[in-house]
């Protein structure tokens, strides 16, 4: 079955300094996708960054990078340059399903980020 | 934009009461989603539906139905609620082909059973 672990429940980092938030995956399947969501304290969830399984190249939107380490079954998040507006629950998700297009997620169990001035 | 509701943001019911919760989506999405949210066990898949009238249990659907008569509206119901069923619940909607079947949310009902 596949899981997703993010082991770290809650981390601190100041204003316009990077961070990592680790997640790492089991699967045993071969196409699957990886994504992260971001929940700030108003409860929608905002969808970040997709990685799939068979993308060379790291994927990167703005500020947001995903450093997918297939050998390791790692995708963490890295945020450059945080900003206050970036305290927020973090998830990452992954999806299986191959080509039907029927592709549920599975998500971690989410770090809490809480940038500091 | 894509557009996810939810019939209430908050809502609370007494143990024993037969529930609806209401998503509807606006994109012509094919697949949609009933997860729940509790802390410290992020999202959990309850249902999905990936057209009319088709559904697919997920990891923790004792205790729920689902209902999709019409392709924009996935119905939660909860037959007889309990305590434990106390939690937020999203739904999310996605399309079936293209791009990163990037899922859409609502903004979620917080459930409160007493």
């Not at chain 1, 399984?53 to 380490?69: H, I, K, P, V, W």
């Not at chain 2, 909860?78 to 996605?94: G, I, K």
């Amino acid at each position: 079955a596949q899981k997703i672990t993010q082991t770290q429940p809650g981390m601190f980092v100041q204003e316009k300094e990077a961070v990592t938030l680790d997640c790492t995956y089991d699967t045993s399947d071969q196409s699957y996708g990886l994504f992260w969501y971001k929940q700030p304290s108003s409860g929608e969830m905002i969808f970040l960054i997709y990685q799939g399984s068979y993308d060379e190249q790291n994927a990167t939107e703005g500020r947001y990078s995903l450093n997918f380490q297939k050998a390791r079954k790692s995708a963490n998040l890295v945020i450059s340059a945080s900003q206050l507006g970036d305290s927020a629950m973090y998830f990452c998700a992954m999806s299986l399903g191959g080509d039907t297009g029927r592709r549920a997620l599975t998500f971690g169990s989410g770090t809490r980020l809480q940038v500091q001035p | 934009d894509v557009k996810v509701t939810q019939s209430s943001r908050y809502l609370v019911k007494r143990t024993g009461e037969k529930v609806f919760l209401e998503c509807v989506q606006d994109m012509d999405h094919e697949n949609m989603f009933w997860y729940r949210q509790d802390p410290g066990l992020g999202l959990r898949l309850i249902y999905f539906s990936y057209d009319v009238k088709m559904k697919e249990k997920g990891d923790i659907p004792e205790g729920y139905s689902v209902s999709r008569e019409k392709k924009e509206r996935f119905s939660l119901i909860l037959e007889s609620a309990s305590t434990n069923q106390t939690s937020m619940y999203l739904c999310a909607s996605s399309p079936a082909a293209g791009g990163s079947y990037e899922q859409y949310f609502g903004p979620g009902t917080r459930l409160t059973v007493t």
